[in-house]
């Protein structure tokens, strides 16, 4: 087979979600949980972040120390007994051996009380016979003393540092392996594999494109392609043909030439009749070979002649290998007992004698060298999969020849036109200009913050305590001095430039592997159950009633987020009832952008520039980073565009003249009204955009917006996502503005175990949410079609979200409760959207990524674990750059938003000049 190289690109859209910022005006009230904690717990950052920045401060109101055990002074059981009993939970480990300290205050603690009722374990009312006994209470003790105990020895921090043991240990065996194995994809796609379906072929260690019509004809123009050998070879022709071509018929005679041509894409393909490797091969140096045992009747003197002909004809392929591609494809098994009398000759042991031979001499037909020849050994193993499908026992069924010419296509396309979700035979992408300043930058970062910390410990060593030699006692000549904000800085640079070496390791380079998806019912529903167990398993009281209170918001944003991550890795998006319901989640998503932004606004009034920054930062900083050292366009993450476009519409629209807040609207009602007519003018201008793709497009094309929304060269694909939930933010910004007009007015019960309404209204309101919640549900099982679901979709998707709300919130049990397993991954659910891109996900979302080959479940399992731990600290340096970056003081912020200013001036620049040099 004989090939030449022709550059081109590709990119399909990708699909969804992530988490915004805020959505509750009140501020986060600390304390300690009540129930079971998460066993991987918040570490206390020093300082809480408030309702406007995702609350990533420490629980409890105690020491600092008391608040890296997880828990403050509110956790205080009765009496001074009880203050010994959490004192001693909170001490380090070295007070006790093993902790047997801890039960014998517990023990001590349990024969000097009274009987009487103890909080159950359980976060639901029970009565008084349920709970007030001793083995009750004790064993509710023992199990959250248990539960403190596990996250005093395992926490966010022991998990970090787990985490980079694990990627270091990983990437020395990768690297080690590559050495030893080599580094070319095209190896094992050529050579190894496995069916994870019925009709879907995995490479060992890369991932297979599914090539299209079109870019088959791109990736061959002005091509000659020639198959040489049996019928076999005939089959793989005829497979690889219809790529090109699909009405192309199996007709004509079986034991000629067959020719094929398209003109229009200047494409020929020929099939030449050779079922022998003989003198009459020799004269076909342009093309590759195959041969026949029936013909020799699988005689002995046969296999020997075949062995001299394919010595003699191995320096003719050696020779036209240097200039084009050339594959030898070994002869599949057969299912002998389905074989006709006539073919009986043909055994799988006389194959592989055969193979065996054809394998040596053309791997030995070079000498100071590795052969030119590919061998197409994949075939052979495809066949062993699929022989027994066979008509007749000799050639393979249509879909196992499909997959043998989409492999070969693979093989010399994947390098032309280097689509995404076809990372085999890949090579790894240049450095670009801009990625090399980032690593130039990141690298003088690590080494700043090294002489940083040398200097500090060097300083620190000499002003320690030393011994007074006449007293006995140590002096003191220095208290600890305060972390300076260059120390922070260089600190998080120098973590985030080792967490992007990570990032480029695990999806730009060829370190790591990576695998197609594929979905299967229980790939997706399974770990739906066991999240949902752990969720239902890790409860807590929440510190406030009212609805949508911070612990819900957290738990909601929490569950959904673990879902959308499964339904990304199972590759669900092809089972459409899925894929409706994942978009509710979406849309969930931006409603509460619209309620939590708005209700800030009303609530607060506060409309300085510090907010915006704030807000802006936590959102952006990490896609700009990824934008930078991934070269990505910024709308390739789109979720993270769409939630700042409308977090800036939310604010233009209450910002303008005149502001309309709460406070000003208690005075008078009539400033009700003039907010209603501000929404009803945003509600007009949504349906003007959504309705009228031009305008839409001319906006945004415009420089440099163009810069920040083009995908592919155009912002069809931004339009596309933005109409998707276009009234999703406006129906969370009216749901806001009525439930806070009911909650002033008291119309409300949102006590403790209070149902939201009256009961005849509370039970009414709850029987026409579940209908509603199951009729969307229905509608969405039922669609036909994407293209039909997602028109109805924006009108429509807000009727389950609204349901879902009052079924979370009349209930006053239901508001009482909150899931702190989903809280803590809802916290740092926008770190889980973006970084899934390229450290949990392949191939920009397109694939799996593959840290441990042969084990799916151990792979799943070590990855998840690196991933979060990752999200987790970026949400944490985020967090930490937010507050230098950032200032609250105006004069100081003007300076940095003109540093930014430039600095954005000089990646366009930059940008501008790359794409030039691309040209």
């Not at 039970?763 to 919640?773: C, D, G």
């Not at 397993?821 to 392949?842: D, P």
């Amino acid at each position: 087979m004989s090939l030449q190289p022709l550059p081109a690109a590709t990119r399909d859209p990708v699909t969804p979600e992530a988490r915004l910022g805020p959505v509750t005006p009140e501020p986060w009230a600390s304390g300690p949980p009540s129930q079971a904690q998460p066993l991987l717990r918040q570490e206390a950052t020093g300082e809480e972040e408030g309702e406007e920045t995702g609350g990533q401060g420490a629980w409890g109101t105690g020491t600092a120390e008391q608040r890296r055990r997880g828990w403050g002074e509110a956790d205080e059981g009765p009496g001074e007994a009880g203050g010994a009993a959490a004192a001693g939970s909170g001490s380090p480990a070295g007070d006790t051996v093993g902790g047997r300290g801890h039960w014998r205050q517990l023990l001590g603690w349990l024969r000097l009380q009274p009987p009487q009722c103890c909080p159950c374990a359980a976060p639901l009312p029970r009565s008084p016979a349920h709970c007030c006994h001793g083995g009750t209470k004790m064993a509710a003790l023992a199990y959250n003393l248990g539960k403190r105990e596990i996250n005093h020895y395992f926490s966010v921090r022991s998990a970090k540092v787990l985490a980079l043991v694990a990627v270091l240990l990983l990437a020395a065996c990768h690297l080690a392996s590559r050495r030893y194995r080599g580094n070319d994809s095209c190896e094992y796609l050529l050579s190894s594999g496995r069916f994870l379906g019925e009709k879907v072929w995995q490479p060992h260690s890369c991932m297979m494109h599914k090539y299209k019509i079109s870019e088959a004809k791109n990736c061959l123009v002005d091509k000659y392609i020639a198959f040489i050998g049996d019928s076999r070879i005939r089959q793989l022709f005829y497979s690889f043909v219809k790529i090109i071509n699909p009405q192309f018929k199996e007709e004509g005679n079986k034991h000629e030439n067959i020719p094929f041509e398209d003109r229009i894409a200047s494409v020929k393909v020929d099939f030449l009749w050779h079922p022998e490797v003989n003198g009459s091969m020799k004269q076909c140096i342009k093309v590759w070979t195959e041969w026949s045992i029936k013909i020799h009747n699988g005689s002995s003197e046969a296999l020997s002649q075949y062995k001299m002909n394919i010595t003699s004809i191995a320096p003719l392929l050696e020779k036209l290998a240097k200039t084009s591609d050339v594959y030898w494809v070994l002869q599949d098994p057969v299912y002998e007992d389905l074989l006709s009398e006539n073919r009986k000759m043909i055994t799988n042991e006389k194959i592989d004698a055969y193979n065996e031979a054809a394998v040596s001499i053309l791997n030995s037909s070079t000498r100071n060298s590795k052969s030119n020849v590919k061998l197409f050994t994949v075939s052979k193993l495809i066949a062993q999969e699929t022989i027994m499908e066979s008509l007749d026992g000799l050639h393979l069924p249509e879909s196992s020849r499909e997959t043998s010419a989409m492999i070969l296509m693979n093989v010399y396309c994947n390098k032309i036109l280097k689509p995404i979700d076809g990372s085999c035979c890949q090579p790894q992408p240049p450095l670009t200009l801009i990625q090399k300043l980032a690593a130039c930058f990141f690298t003088l970062s690590i080494i700043g913050y090294l002489i940083f910390y040398i200097i500090h410990r060097n300083t620190h060593r000499k002003n320690k305590p030393c011994a007074d030699l006449e007293s006995g006692e140590e002096k003191k000549n220095i208290i600890n001095t305060p972390v300076s904000s260059l120390e922070i800085l260089l600190q998080s640079f120098c973590k985030l430039g080792l967490i992007m070496a990570y990032f480029y390791m695990c999806d730009r380079a060829n370190l790591f592997m990576k695998e197609n998806k594929f979905y299967t019912h229980s790939s997706f529903f399974i770990p739906i159950i066991y999240i949902l167990v752990l969720g239902v398993f890790y409860n807590e009281n929440t510190k406030e009633t009212k609805v949508l209170n911070r612990e819900q918001t957290d738990e909601w944003k929490g569950w959904m987020q673990l879902v959308i991550l499964i339904y990304h890795i199972s590759g669900a998006s092809t089972f459409l009832p899925v894929y409706m319901h994942i978009r509710v989640l979406v849309a969930a998503y931006l409603f509460q952008t619209g309620y939590g932004h708005f209700s800030y606004f009303w609530i607060k009034g506060d409309f300085g520039i510090h907010r915006v920054c704030q807000v802006l930062f936590r959102l952006n900083f990490l896609v700009v980073v990824l934008c930078i050292v991934m070269d990505r366009p910024y709308q390739f993450y789109y979720f993270v565009p769409l939630v700042t476009v409308w977090f800036m519409v939310i604010y233009v629209t209450l910002a303008l003249w005149p502001q309309i807040i709460q406070k000003k609207a208690n005075g008078n009602c009539f400033w009700h009204f003039g907010l209603l007519l501000k929404l009803a003018f945003l509600l007009l201008c949504i349906c003007f955009l959504a309705y009228s793709q031009g305008a839409f497009e001319k906006i945004f094309s415009l420089w440099p917006l163009s810069k920040c929304f083009e995908l592919k060269g155009n912002v069809y694909e931004w339009w596309f996502r933005w109409r998707l939930d276009r009234y999703v933010v406006f129906h969370g910004m009216l749901f806001a503005f009525f439930y806070l007009a009911l909650q002033k007015r008291q119309v409300l019960s949102e006590g403790k175990g209070e149902p939201l309404f009256s009961n005849k209204i509370s039970n009414f309101l709850l029987f026409i949410s579940v209908v509603s919640f199951l009729t969307y549900s229905i509608w969405a099982s039922s669609c036909k079609n994407k293209a039909e679901c997602n028109e109805l979709h924006p009108s429509v998707s807000v009727v389950q979200i609204l349901a879902f709300i009052l079924i979370r919130n009349i209930p006053g049990y239901a508001r009482s409760v909150y899931s702190s397993f989903f809280a803590w991954f809802g916290k740092i659910s926008l770190e889980l959207f973006i970084c899934q891109y390229h450290i949990w996900l392949a191939a920009d979302t397109r694939g799996i990524l593959v840290l441990i080959p042969g084990n799916p479940t151990l792979n799943i399992i070590v990855s998840t674990f690196i991933f979060v731990c990752v999200a987790h600290e970026i949400s944490r340096i985020t967090n930490d750059l937010a507050q230098i970056i950032i200032p609250k003081d105006n004069s100081c912020l003007f300076k940095r938003l003109a540093c930014i200013a430039a600095f954005f001036c000089g990646l366009l620049i930059l940008s501008s000049i790359q794409e030039k040099s691309k040209h």
